[in-house]
C-alpha cells in the first residue's frame, strides 16, 4: 500500500511559479514510477510529467514542456514538480500517482497508475 500527498498548491499571478510536492508512507517511491496528472473543471485528467521506470528519463506533455520540472528525492520519498512561467490554462487540480507494476502500460495514461494522492488546486489568475 502507496500513500501520497500533495502539498504547495495555491494561487498564483500568471508568469509565477510554484512548487509542488508529493510525499509517499508506506513503500519507497523509488521502486516505482511517478507521474503528475492535472484535471481541469469538465475536464478529462491529463498527463502532465512522469519519470521512466529507471528514474533516469524523464517526460512531459507538450504544454508544459520546458516549463515544468519533475523531481525526486529519495532521501525524503518525494517527488516534485517546479512549475515556472504559469499560464491560466495551468489552473487545475493536480494530482501525483504511483504505478507499482512494470507491465501496467504507457506512462502517459491515467488508467496505468494504481495509487493517487487526493489533490492540490493550483489557480493562476490573468
Known amino acids: 500500500q502507496v500513500q501520497l500527498v500533495e502539498s504547495g498548491g495555491g494561487l498564483v499571478q500568471a508568469g509565477g511559479s510554484l512548487r509542488l510536492s508529493c510525499a509517499a508512507s508506506?513503500?519507497?517511491?523509488?521502486?516505482?514510477?511517478m507521474g503528475w496528472f492535472r484535471q481541469a473543471p469538465g475536464k478529462e485528467r491529463e498527463f502532465v510529467a512522469a519519470?521512466?521506470?529507471?528514474?533516469?528519463?524523464?517526460f512531459y506533455a507538450d504544454s508544459v514542456k520546458g516549463r515544468f520540472t519533475i523531481s525526486r528525492d529519495n532521501a525524503r520519498n518525494t517527488v516534485y514538480l517546479q512549475m515556472n512561467s504559469l499560464k491560466p490554462e495551468d489552473t487545475a487540480v493536480y494530482y501525483c500517482?504511483?504505478?507499482?507494476?512494470?507491465?501496467?502500460?504507457?506512462?502517459?495514461?491515467?488508467?496505468?497508475?494504481?495509487?493517487w494522492g487526493q489533490g492540490t488546486q493550483v489557480t493562476v489568475s490573468s
Open positions: 500517482a504511483a504505478d507499482t507494476n512494470l507491465y501496467s502500460g504507457s506512462y502517459y495514461f491515467p488508467a496505468t497508475y494504481d495509487y
Open positions: 519519470f521512466s521506470w529507471s528514474g533516469t528519463s524523464t
Open positions: 508506506g513503500r519507497t517511491l523509488s521502486r516505482y514510477r
